[in-house]
Each structure stands twice: as C-alpha cells, then as structure tokens.
C-alpha cells in the first residue's frame, strides 16, 4: 500500500487505499481524533450483504474493540454480526437516504447509535457512520464515563458537515434558476421541479445542521421583540402546506382570539412550530389530524400541538429531545431525517426562558408537545 498522504495521516486515518479518499473533503469531516466514525463499501447483494472498511477513526477501536481493519470486511472480522447492520448500510448506500440508529451489536456485546449517510456516486456504494457506545450498565456495575464531551463532539461534526456541503448546494441552485430560464420540454419541467424539491430538502436538512453547531457554541442570535404567537403559528402552518396537503391532513386551530405576546425572536419562534407541525405531519397516517391550542395560563403563554399519530412509547419520552435520537417506532416509519429538529425545537424554547414538554398515551395514541413561553400583557390596541 502506497504511503498514506499527509493531509489524511495529519487525521488519524486509517486507508485500505488512496484511491478510496474520496477528495480532500474526507479528513476535515472525520477528523476529530476522539470520535468513532468509519467509511464502508457495501459490497453483495441482497441474500449475501457485506461490507468493506476503507476507512477508521482512531476512537473506532476503542468503541468496536476492532483494530486493523482497514481493506478487512465485517464478516471476515465478526461472522455472528447482526443482519440489522448489514440491511441499514446497504439501504443507505442504496437510496441515498441519511439515517439515525441505535441498536444492539450482540457480536460486540455493546449497542451503539449514531447516524450515517452515502458518499460519492450511488454505484460506488460508500457510507460514513459516526456512532457511539451508548450500552446501558449492566446490574452492580458503574455507568461508564462518556469519552469526552460526546455531544459538542456531535455538535461540531454536523456544523463541518453544513459547511462543506453549503459550496456543491449553491451551484447546483444557480444552475437550476439558469435551465429554468429556457424552454424545456415537459420532461424536462418535472425533472427540474423534482430537482427544486430536493434542494429545498437538502438545504433545510443543512440549515438544520447549522443550528446544531450554533446552539453548542452559544452563537446562536436570538432577537427580542413582541411576537405575536398566532401569528407565528400561521405562519408555521403556511410553510407546512404543502406536507399538509399531500398527506390529507385537517389542521385546527383551537384559540379564544385574545392576544398572546411574547418577547422574543419571530423566526425563531416560527421555527420551533413549523419543526412540531412538520413532526406530526411525518408521523401521522394519511388523513390524520392535528389540533393547535394557544392559551394563557398562569402568566404563560401555552401552544399544544396535538396529533392523533403513531404515538410514543412511555420509556422513549425522556429522550425524544435528545439530539440524533429516534424512537423505535418512528425509526420502522422510514421517514428519514438525524432526528435533530425536536433537539433544536427545546434549545430554541430554552433560550426564550420557556420549557417544552412531550406526551403520549402509548403507541398508536397519538402524541402532544407542549410549549410553555414567558407571556407579556396584552397590547391595547383600541
């Protein structure tokens, strides 16, 4: 194997091959020395799945107790891994997909979770996975200290992954508005509106990532101002519509028309209902509803977003804010997603002097998310 190139060795990184680098861009998103994380090929098709390390991190060993691996593929390493791991990578590698997870690894007597996506072209069939241990202590034996502090470790990783994928979004968005200054087939219509979906997609999924890294670094600006918070609901609602409508759902709105103020920043604030609103839209069958309450109680201002969806289990709702977190049965609903739009939704809440909270019945029953604001008096108008 030809000596391992500067850039990649400054890292820490392990390659099976130069040629698997995947440009420069790979070490500054791997390269925190203290963070599990590896880059797989997917190799076998469905009946024999496999895959291939090309890549480790040095805190890889320590999380998998595997060393060596590189150019070495998981059944070869551990032949009684889990079929589980083998469906998620190759489902990613397959549809390009991102993914969260957390399972149990019974041939490394741990369980992990953590998040993967693809890289490079589909055919190539490569995926980044950045995980921790999180195996609960077993009976009489002290919970293990987290390496490091795991979640600016998180925090950090998604800010460098925003801005390296912020260059490759603005071009393809500048393209995108020059074809559609020329006339183009009706083919060519549906391509480009697809495309324009995607972006939106993509860039909302970024920004998202964006706010990660702000929130654990404390730059986060908040404006203060009065905010009118039927107002900021509308508009939370306006910009769902469009999930709203292709899924059949009836949104109401439950308020007594009495003005509910509070200080704070009016973006903000619209992002914490409209990442609520698009949560129940996603995990809510087809013709579900969802019901808004606003209300003042005891000198708060108080809006519950309820659904009648897929329900949360009651050993899940203390971590549902969790950053990267999904629940079991939100995870077999495929939606897709880090699970970071809640996370974001509590800091935001937070940052306002407020609290919100997460209730559900159980699965299948439905589940509701309350937000609980400082409130200012109401304003006289007349």
Sequence with gaps: ?????????????????????????????????????????????????DYRFLAVSPAFADATSLRDVAGKSMRSLRPDHEQYWFDLLARIARSGEPSAFEHAARAFDRRFHGFAFRVGCPEARQVVVVFEDCTPARPGEPAPAPPGNVDVRLERFGATLAHELRGPLAALSN??????????????????????????????????????????????????????????VSESIEACASGIDARRHEVMIDWDGDQLLVRGDPRRLTQVFTNLLTNSIKYTAPGGHIRISLARQDGMAVVEVRDNGVGIASHELPHVFDYFKQCSIHQNQARGGLGIGL???????RMHGGTVSAHSDGPGEGSVFIVRLPAMPAVNVG
């Design 1 to 49: 194997m030809s000596e391992l190139p500067a850039y990649f060795a400054s890292a820490g990184f392990a390659l099976a091959d130069e040629s698997d680098a995947h440009g420069e861009w790979l070490p500054g998103l791997l390269g925190s020395r203290d963070l599990a994380a590896c880059v797989v090929q997917v190799t076998g098709d469905d009946d024999n799945l």
């Design 175 to 232: 393209g995108l508005h020059i074809l559609n200054g020329r006339q183009a087939q009706e083919e060519s219509r549906w391509a480009l509106a697809m495309m324009e979906r995607q972006l939106a997609r993509l860039s909302g999924f970024i920004d998202d990532l964006l706010d990660v890294g702000r929130l654990g670094s404390d730059n986060l600006r908040v404006e203060r101002e009065p905010v009118d918070l039927h107002h900021v």
């Design 343 to 349: 996370s974001i939704v509590r800091n935001i809440v």
